[in-house]
């Protein structure tokens, strides 16, 4: 065989080889996780050998979140029930006319307070803009210790600040008072009360007086019961705030 015989033969044999190679190369087949895959139920897809869905994220804690708990309503409404001292026995009712006990109880407004110990302002529920204070006809009184000065219930328009001495009445001529002096036990509703002196700042705790002398009925305030002269129209009673 000559020599350009053998070059063609190898070209031809080249060429088949060449044609082999292209022809062995495998076809892409489309991937089994299509992205048609994704919208199959999981039926169909374990019909096909593929594996189920992903769970979907039902829960979504931002929906679910705990609101905050409601506060506390900012004021009380309410009345003021008078009882006994000794044996808590109810007498009647802070009334729209202070000598008056047994109806028609006044009712008041006054700032829900954090404790027991909070000075408040008690203020009537009638929109006259007065307040419960305690009046004295001397501006100098000294109510505590050692002291038979006392304090007497009126509603003023008057308003005086916590820790404050007394202003003089603007509903009263030549009396004087004090308004924010009260305090109310959450827990039980239990009112108090103190009273702040003019001359040295002295700050005294009350104890209440009814006095039923004559058939009235007048509510008096001390700082001192020792010093207090009792008889026997004179009952020492507490303040207590019921519902309205």
């Known amino acids: 065989m000559t020599n350009p015989q053998v070059l063609l033969l190898v070209s031809l044999m080249i060429s088949l080889l060449s044609a082999t190679s292209v022809c062995a190369v495998p076809t892409p087949t489309v991937s089994a996780r299509s992205v048609t895959s994704v919208d199959l139920t999981n039926a169909q ?10 769970p979907k994220r039902l829960f979504d804690p931002t929906r679910v979140r705990r609101n905050p708990l409601p506060s506390p309503q900012p004021n009380v409404v309410g ?19 202070l000598r008056e006990l047994t109806h028609d109880p006044q009712i008041i ?3 829900n307070p954090a404790s027991a110990s909070e000075l408040l302002e008690l203020d009537l ?17 000294h109510i505590g210790a050692g002291h038979n000065a006392y304090a007497t219930v009126t509603f003023t328009h008057t308003s005086t600040g916590a820790g404050q001495s007394v202003s003089p009445d603007s509903d009263s001529s030549n009396q004087f008072v004090e308004t924010t002096v009260w305090s109310v036990d959450p827990t039980t509703g239990r009112l108090t ?6 001359d040295d700042g002295s700050v005294a705790p009350l104890f209440f007086v009814l006095d039923t002398y004559r058939g009235g ?7 001192d019961r020792d010093a207090f002269t009792w008889n026997s129209d004179y009952h020492e009673v507490t303040y207590w705030i019921e519902p309205a």
């Open 217 to 223: 009925s007048r509510l008096w305030f001390f700082g």
């Open 125 to 141: 529920a009638d929109n006259s803009g007065r307040h419960l204070g305690l009046q004295v006809d001397d501006e100098n009184a």
């Open 79 to 97: 009345k003021i029930a008078i009882k006994s001292a000794s044996n808590n026995d109810p007498i009647g009712w802070l009334a729209v006319n």
């Open 109 to 111: 407004t006054f700032k």
């Open 193 to 198: 009360a103190q009273w702040v002196n003019k």
């Open 45 to 54: 897809r374990l019909a096909r050998g593929l594996t189920p869905n992903i």
